[in-house]
Nanobody, 121 residues
């Protein structure tokens, strides 16, 4: 059974940065794509970023492109989301997921419990 555990969330001022981590256990991490999604209160879950199993392919939503960077370390079974120039509208619970990749939640089989990111002055 795959287990995903996110960390690194918190409260940050607008314009600040955070780095989220997602540690995987219980499976062959390097065989699968990883994704980050987020869900704000009262809104549907939305795609943020994805990375291929090798790390050579990445994709981003238009709302975070140029500000967020997804990366992975297969030796550590960990995927990261570096978030820069944060805006209040980035406030959400952020989830990592493992699966076939891309921007659709249905493409992912395993999900973490989420970590809260709050951008506020």
């Amino acid at each position: 059974q795959v287990r995903l555990v996110e960390s690194g969330g918190g409260l940050v001022q607008p314009g600040g940065s955070l780095r989220l981590s997602c540690a995987a256990s219980g499976g062959t991490f390097s065989n699968y794509a990883m994704g980050w999604f987020r869900q704000a209160p009262g809104k549907e879950r939305e795609f943020v970023a994805a990375i291929s199993w090798s790390g050579t392919g990445t994709s981003y939503s238009d709302s975070v492109k140029g500000r967020f960077t997804i990366s992975r370390d297969n030796a550590k079974n960990t995927v990261y989301l570096q978030m820069n120039s944060l805006k209040p509208e980035d406030t959400a619970v952020y989830y990592c997921a493992q699966g076939r990749g891309g921007g659709r939640g249905r493409n992912y089989d395993y999900w973490g419990q989420g970590t809260q990111v709050t951008v506020s002055s």
